[in-house]
């Protein structure tokens, strides 16, 4: 039998990631949505940006007295490169 892969995809509503433990999108995630996203970045931003909405919700009922800044995590790395 072969070995079970697990994706790197985020834990709800931990946001890590369910393989590595990461931060959520972790190295490995992001790679894979800069190929499913090749030549249309406006699209991974959108996705992102909605993902980043949730996770800031989801967070914050966690830990209210501590709501992290997300921006960088999930938009910051995804911007076109000039």
């Known amino acids: 039998m072969g070995?079970?892969?697990?994706?790197?995809?985020?834990?709800?509503?931990?946001?890590?990631?369910r393989c590595c433990g990461a931060e959520w999108p972790c190295q490995p995630a992001r790679l894979s949505l800069l190929v499913e996203y090749r030549g249309n970045r406006t699209a991974l931003l959108l996705y992102l940006g909605a993902l980043m909405s949730e996770a800031g919700e989801q967070l914050a009922q966690l830990n209210p007295?501590?709501?992290?800044?997300?921006h960088h995590r999930f938009l910051g790395w995804a911007r076109a490169r000039g």
């Not at 007295?65 to 997300?70: F, G």
């Open 65 to 70: 007295d501590h709501v992290p800044d997300l």
């Open 3 to 17: 070995r079970r892969v697990i994706p790197h995809v985020p834990m709800r509503p931990l946001w890590r990631c």
